[in-house]
């Protein structure tokens, strides 16, 4: 049964009571929390698929905590969480279930999409990924003129290329050496021309991932790919050896000229964002093999089942995805910076960013009624130690508030000396000096001179979680991510906003189509548009050089 009709957050006692504990809670330091409770620490905490989770370093008390819960079941978000795995409609402006858990599940799972079970299909789709690459990863799969592929790109963006290049760099410790895949996602011609400057077609296989295979970058980048093949393989029946697609869409598919038989199906019920576990994973799965894929996919399933059975005081998603909420709504977060002190997540923050703020950046509920309140926070960060020497100064010492997200693992992949000992003792430094700060007196006692004791002084107060795993795996990777999908969910849930469509990158889309149209026709520059947009058009258009 569908979730009843919610009214506005800010309207519930629950939300009231929260904005009450902001002024109180929100008035004290780190500091005074910490030292009035030796076992903080220690109790603000959760533990699950491998996942250890310290929260302690947020801003909040346990009354905090407890009308945090409250507010999670006033919203009714147990019953959200089930309509989730029910696959109800939950995107409600398209009328789709969102059922990503699905492609994760394996055989005992039993998901279905208007009372029809999809496990079947999944699995089906899931073995003819495995078979096809284990024939590129043996060299089974050809190319056209009989050598064996060496080069695989994906041809993407947003969802299809953000997941797959995350999840690529994350594993490439588990990849296959040699056969390292390339990302092509920009319209921008620059992105597929260095990506495949020095390749040959001859050894290469271009994966085209498109959810609607509509999509204007990935049309033509893949019409580029077709075009740089035939250029040297100067053999239309070339392109069935060296494309394959991953879409809904096999029409499209069809109509582009690529093989249907060389298609790797998903569903309408799986959101763009959402995909990295279908067949989107491709481009993963030849790089790290079944097995490593497999323990994704199970690394994913063990959150799924976590996030739906476990209770809130013990569960992960429902912990941060709360957290959130407090943090932005409560305490004036406007951002959420995260900060892997691991470096094979040097494009987790980039891949949050397309999860986190295309699905929360909405400013209506599910009715279409204003939504009163903030939806999600700006995501935005850079791996440890890096970002500590750039933009850690305005944290530590700026005027902004936001919240961080800090993430290692206790095993490094590659041990040099005691390298990885010196990054978590950063991690630690880090999320330390942002809590609990250094006072003016503290500054003083150092003996600094006292014109400079404000320039030395750090406020503190900022608040962090911290998510250390043992080891960066396939599996604790896949765990990791569905925490923040699920983690969204929650907010969304709470909020009572649709997560899972994202109408809002229509406008942008429509309005380059029509300038496009208007730079490549004969319409006089400096006509039609705003006052900028004409004169930039017509500034444009004097420097251009038109396409040959
Ligand atoms: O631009 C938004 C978007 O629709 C994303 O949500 C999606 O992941 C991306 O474009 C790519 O879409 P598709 O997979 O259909 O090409």
């Not at 050894?203 to 959810?211: H, M």
């Not at 060389?262 to 959101?271: C, L, R, S, T, Y």
């Not at 490593?292 to 998603?317: C, K, T």
Request: glycine share 8%.
């Amino acid at each position: 049964m569908t979730a009843k009709a919610l009214p506005a957050v800010e309207t519930a006692a629950e939300w009231q009571a929260l904005a009450g504990l902001a002024g109180r809670v929100g008035a004290r330091h780190l500091r005074e929390l910490f030292a009035e409770d030796p076992g903080r620490g220690r109790q603000f905490v959760a533990e699950a698929c491998g996942l250890y989770f310290d929260f302690s370093k947020q801003r909040i008390d346990r009354e905090t905590l407890d009308q945090l819960f409250q507010l999670a079941n006033a919203r009714g978000l147990q019953a959200r969480i089930d309509a989730l795995f029910a696959g109800e409609p939950v995107n409600r402006s398209e009328r789709r279930p969102a059922l990503h858990m699905a492609l994760r599940a394996g055989i005992g799972g039993d998901f279905r999409v208007a009372g029809r079970a999809v496990g079947s299909d999944v699995q089906a789709v899931l073995a003819r990924m495995q078979a096809f690459a284990e024939r590129v990863r043996s060299g089974d799969w050809r190319g056209h003129s009989g050598r064996a592929i060496r080069n695989v790109v994906n041809i993407g963006i947003g969802g299809s290329d953000l997941g797959p290049v995350m999840a690529f760099e994350a594993l490439r410790h588990y990849s296959r050496p040699g056969l390292a895949p390339r990302f092509v996602s920009n319209v921008d011609g620059s992105d597929f021309v260095e990506a495949t400057r020095d390749l040959d077609p001859a050894e290469t296989l271009f994966i085209v991932c498109s959810k609607t295979f509509t999509t204007e970058e990935t049309l033509r980048n893949a019409a580029a790919a077709r075009a740089w093949c035939l250029a040297r393989l100067s053999d239309p029946a070339a392109i069935a050896r060296h494309f394959v697609a991953v879409s809904t869409n096999a029409d499209a598919v069809a109509e582009f000229g690529i093989d249907p038989a060389n298609m790797f199906e998903f569903w309408d019920w799986v959101g763009g964002r959402y995909s990295m576990t279908s067949a989107i994973g491709l481009s993963t799965l030849i790089a790290i093999g079944s097995e490593h894929f497999l323990a994704l996919l199970a690394g994913f399933a063990d959150m799924d089942q976590h996030f739906r059975s476990a209770g809130f005081a013990a569960n992960l998603p429902v912990l941060h995805g709360l957290l959130a909420l407090w943090n932005s709504n409560f305490l004036g977060a406007e951002s959420c910076v995260v900060l892997p002190y691991e470096h094979y997540l040097h494009r987790f923050p980039a891949y949050l960013q397309q999860l986190t703020m295309e699905s929360l950046g909405k400013r209506v509920r599910q009715d279409g009624s204003p939504l009163g309140v903030h939806s999600g926070p700006l995501y935005w960060g850079e791996p440890g130690t890096n970002g500590q020497h750039s933009f850690y100064q305005l944290l530590h010492q700026g005027t902004r508030a936001f919240s961080c997200d800090f993430i290692g693992f206790a095993q490094t992949l590659n041990p040099l000396a005691d390298q990885h000992d010196l990054l978590i003792a950063n991690l630690l430094a880090q999320s330390r000096a942002l809590a609990f700060g250094k006072s003016a007196d503290q500054v003083r006692a150092d003996g600094v001179p006292t014109a400079l004791v404000p320039h030395r002084t750090f406020p503190g107060n900022h608040q962090s979680s911290t998510l250390l795993a043992e080891r960066l795996t396939p599996h604790s990777l896949g765990a990791l991510v569905a925490l923040y999908e699920h983690s969204v969910l929650v907010q969304a849930a709470v909020l009572d906003i649709n997560p899972f469509d994202q109408w809002g990158v229509e406008l942008g889309k429509r309005l380059a189509r029509e300038l496009a149209e208007q730079i490549a026709g004969s319409a006089a520059a400096g006509a039609g548009q705003d006052s900028s947009t004409n004169a930039l058009l017509e500034r444009y258009r004097a420097w251009r050089r038109p396409p040959a």
